[in-house]
């Protein structure tokens, strides 16, 4: 089945700095990849995603690129600011199917 | 406003007693999905619906039972064949179809006396 990594598991930058998040997954026929962002006590909120038919996808300072060939996705923020704390997620969709594979997360802490 | 609702949002369990988790949803969503998180974990699938009367296990659906009886509610119900409750409990529910996204409530935390 679907198996889905994430990297780093924590991540801190300055404020201002850009962040980059990489997830890689297993099945090749996978078409669906959201990310997600979880503040404490909450659940995860949809802030992106993207399908295979698609590159890149750019939601003001939120980014996410896809490259089928490697089988990896990367979630991009630029100008990062204090409230783009959270853990996020990223999660793949295999085939013909409706569920998602989740990765790890990773806790991004930007400092001001 | 649409959305998903989880009650409670803390729920205490006593050894060998079972507790049940709300979820209701007002989104008119056909699926429904039930998850585990545990801290520096993903999130596991427990069970899930795609429909009204029928359900199917996830990957960790030993010691959880649900119901679907009501487009709208999806009911986790924590037995005490489940030996390591202690977890962050996550409903999402979505249109139900390939390539779209899953919608979250805020959880529901349960701890063990």
Redesign the interface.
């Known amino acids: 089945g679907e198996n889905v990594e994430q990297h780093p598991s924590t991540l801190s930058v300055q404020e201002g700095d850009s962040a980059v998040i990489k997830c890689t997954y297993s099945d090749s026929a996978s078409n669906y990849f959201p990310w997600y962002k979880q503040e404490l006590g909450k659940g995860p909120q949809l802030i992106i995603d993207i399908r295979s038919n698609v590159g890149e996808k750019k939601d003001q300072r939120i980014a996410v690129t896809l490259n089928k060939t490697a089988k990896h996705f990367s979630l991009h923020i630029t100008e990062t600011q204090p409230e783009d704390s959270a853990v996020y997620f990223c999660a793949a969709s295999p085939p013909g199917t409706d569920k998602l594979i989740f990765g790890t997360g990773t806790r991004l802490q930007v400092f001001p | 406003d649409g959305g ?1 609702t ?1 009650s409670p949002k803390y729920l205490f369990r006593k050894e060998g007693q079972n507790v049940t988790l709300s979820c209701e949803q007002n989104l008119n969503h056909d ?1 429904m999905y039930w998850y585990r998180q545990d801290p ?6 427990i069970y ?1 619906s ?1 429909i009204v009367n029928d359900f199917q296990k ?1 990957d960790i659906a030993e010691g959880y039972s649900v119901s679907r009886e009501k487009k709208e509610s999806f009911p986790l119900t924590v037995t005490s064949a489940q030996k390591n409750p202690t977890a962050f409990y ?1 409903c ?1 529910s ?1 249109i ?12 529901t935390r349960l701890s063990i006396l």
Not at chain 2, 96 to 107: A, E, I, M
Request: aromatic share 8%; charged share 10%.
């Open positions: 998903i989880q699926a520096g974990q993903g999130l596991r699938l899930y795609q996830g996550l999402a979505s139900g179809t390939t390539d779209q996204p899953q919608h979250f409530g805020d959880g």
